[in-house]
């Protein structure tokens, strides 16, 4: 029993038979542009059977007595089905109801007045939209953090900042070195096309995401309780590591053993390659695409992209040709081939040449996620966030770093991306975070020919189809396969420039693709790479 402006309240404290589980968190919306005519309650109790975990009563517009009468019925509710309750904001309203204790805004009541007010079974939540409100908050007990706005969202206005899977990790790998156990939910724009994405990318290597708070995904949905148990599943599936066999795969020796078998994989499978690319390149890609055994498609327009991540292929996201109709199908066709797990490959053309491109980087980092992100050292240091020279058109321009920050570069934001990176140029650096190597093959005639970057993406793209527990050892065999035939091109007597190169390159291509069917690796004894200790 507590005292509150000379009222007294009861909180229900003999409130749950089990130890807290966060991982599916339900905000409600009581507007109409979200909730529509239903009622929420009728709502509230759906979700619950699907499988929400927690349930959050935010209502910014209601009269006290309105919320009230709405809190109590939600507590029947939650009551029943043995889901903790509780209240946006307002201490005195979770009391009347007799919830089990209230999340706090950064505006709201500070976290001391509250844990004061309603005693310390009650469950006191608090956002944290950065590392020093985190940090804050846990430090002074609170049972647990809403870390956001990961991604933009139309439920909630003013929103300080987006802060993306990177800063949810950044506050986590904070947390993790505090003396405390605090649970964590991201929230803000999360719904079943990402939330096992997001997941993955933010653990820390000692602390995860205790699970995703969503709102218009569920309040919104036609069917609540199918769209929780839709997400339940889906957290449920979320990885734990990208590539559980890293750790005996990091010898050079033993990843370029594997490599003819999965060429000669790939011939047998002849996986899709989906190309959204540039008009440029479209032919040579689909050439190329020929040549190493792949089947081709170059389909720019989104709507297509749920059919074709059916069938088991992989995408290209280009970002050549960049316009407002040309993100929205890049987005559309980003998120049909993550909910397939399909293998996505982001190409960020010219990403610091203009405001226009850095923006539309941002853009489509907060929209799918990506299992390879390859460019130029300039393009990756846009990705990274860490650029600092203009680009000039997509060209990389002059290196201004040594190997060794190369390969910083690479492993930095595999890491942060929980993804595999490959930064181009003469040498090449590729890495998952945990393993990065240096890679000295290909010919000086492809930085003289339109569309060799592209292609390459293309090449990489049809292996990551075709061997997807490794992703960086897919990614390498593309490398080596491209990289080689473009060597042996360049050495023909017929070959006396660019213009001449490039039907040798790809007849050379389509020779180890051949060789490599009849279990041919001598192609393979030109690897020139090196394992890099970052």
């Known amino acids: 029993m507590f005292l509150l402006c000379s009222r007294v309240y009861l909180l229900d404290v003999n409130r749950l038979d089990m130890a807290i589980d966060y991982s599916l968190y339900l905000v409600t919306d009581s507007t109409q542009a979200i909730l529509g005519d239903k009622d929420l309650a009728s709502v509230v109790e759906a979700a619950v059977e699907g499988g929400v975990t927690v349930v959050q009563y935010r209502d910014k517009k209601s009269e006290t007595a309105d919320l009230i009468r709405m809190g109590k019925r939600l507590r029947a509710i939650t009551k029943k089905h043995n889901v903790p309750l509780l209240i946006n904001d307002d201490v ?11 999340h706090l805004g950064q505006e709201d009541m500070d976290l001391g007045t509250a844990q004061r007010i309603l005693g310390p079974d009650a469950i006191i939540g608090v956002t944290a939209n950065n590392l020093s409100e985190a940090v804050v908050a846990a430090s002074g007990g609170a049972s647990y953090l809403g870390i956001g ?8 206005e003013n929103t300080k900042s987006i802060i993306g899977t990177a800063g949810v990790k950044r506050i986590l790998d904070r947390l993790s070195t505090m003396d405390m156990a605090i649970s964590t939910v991201a929230i803000g724009g999360l719904n079943d096309s990402n939330v096992q994405r997001v997941m993955f990318q933010s653990k820390a290597p000692s602390k995860g995401l205790d699970g995703v708070a969503v709102v218009s995904a569920i309040i919104a949905a036609q069917d609540p309780k199918a769209a929780a148990a839709g997400l339940r599943s889906s957290i449920g599936k979320v990885p734990v590591s990208m590539s559980p066999n890293a750790g005996e795969h ?30 440029v390149v479209q032919n040579f890609a689909a050439n190329v695409a020929l040549c190493i055994g792949a089947s081709p498609i170059m389909a720019n327009y989104g709507e297509e992209a749920k059919d074709l991540a059916g069938l088991g292929g992989a995408l290209v996201v280009n970002m050549g040709t960049v316009t407002p109709d040309g993100l929205t199908n890049y987005i559309s066709a980003i998120r049909a081939y993550n909910e397939v797990e399909g293998p996505v490959l982001f190409d960020p053309v010219g990403a610091g040449a203009t405001a226009v491109r850095r923006q539309s980087v941002k853009t489509l980092m907060s929209n799918g996620y990506f299992d390879l992100i390859k460019g130029n050292e300039n393009e990756i240091t846009t990705v990274l966030g860490e650029s600092l020279v203009q680009q000039k058109g997509v060209d990389m321009g002059a290196s201004t770093t040594d190997e060794s920050a190369k390969a910083q570069l690479v492993k ?65 065999a ?22 001449t190169f490039v039907p040798a390159f790809l007849d050379q291509l389509y020779r180890i693709a051949q060789s490599a069917s009849k279990d041919d690796s001598e192609w393979l004894r030109a690897a020139n790479i090196e394992k890099f200790s970052v």
């Not at 005195?92 to 209230?102: E, R, S, W």
């Not at 706005?149 to 909630?156: F, H, I």
């Not at 473009?486 to 420039?497: F, H, I, L, N, P």
């Open 478 to 499: 593309g490398i080596l396969m491209y990289e080689i035939a473009a060597e042996q091109a360049g050495e023909r007597e017929d070959v006396k420039g660019p213009g």
């Open 250 to 279: 990091q010898n050079v020796e033993t990843l370029l053993s594997q490599i003819p078998r999965i060429v000669k994989e790939l011939g047998v499978k002849s996986p899709l390659c989906h190309n959204m690319t540039n008009l």
């Open 412 to 476: 930095k934001l595999a890491a942060r991306e929980r993804n595999v990176v490959l930064m181009t140029g003469k040498t090449d650096y590729l890495s998952d975070g945990e393993r990065t190597y240096a890679i000295k093959n290909g010919h000086d005639y492809l930085g003289n020919i339109t569309g060799s970057g592209c292609t390459l993406g293309t090449t990489i793209a049809a292996f990551l189809a075709v061997h997807k527990g490794d992703k960086l050892l897919a990614a390498l």
């Open 92 to 102: 005195g309203v979770a009391q009347a109801v007799g919830a089990d204790g209230v």
């Open 149 to 156: 706005t990961v991604y933009a969202t139309p439920t909630k």
